[in-house]
């Protein structure tokens, strides 16, 4: 859910809302978001949403891991230590105004990691 810029010329605070809602009352129930949009920008926008929207009828996914990203570059940094996921869920939560997230994953994940690893 790119409304902040990410992927896309951004939103102003009251159009973002605005198309959450009018996708809710389309059918949509899925927001998938992360802390790295806006930088957190769009968590705040779906945040504010939310308070209107029947939190059972709603599926909220956000994302962490991204710690820096360099769009020109396409370079970044990524994280998922677990005291900074901790860090990430919690600062989340509080930007989506929710007691729960339903979905919460990393955005990125350091391959080379893995493939050493394995």
Do not use: W
């Not at 605070?13 to 996708?23: F, L, P, S, T």
């Not at 949009?37 to 945040?47: A, S, V």
């Not at 029947?54 to 020109?72: C, D, M, N, S, W």
């Not at 860090?87 to 979905?103: M, N, P, Q, T, Y």
């Amino acid at each position: 859910m790119g409304l902040t810029g990410s992927y896309n010329f951004p939103l102003g605070d009251d159009a973002g809302v605005a198309v959450i809602a009018h996708a809710f009352h389309r059918g949509v129930t899925f927001f998938d978001t992360s802390d790295f949009y806006g930088p957190h920008t769009n968590e705040t926008l779906l945040g504010k949403e939310l308070k209107q929207l029947p939190r059972e009828q709603v599926q909220v996914a956000t994302k962490f891991g991204i710690q820096l990203y360099e769009y020109g570059a396409g370079t970044g940094a990524v994280c998922g230590r677990p005291e900074y996921v901790r860090a990430c869920c919690e600062a989340s939560l509080r930007r989506l105004g929710v007691d729960h997230i339903d979905l919460y994953y990393q955005h990125r994940i350091r391959l080379f990691l893995i493939l050493f690893i394995a």
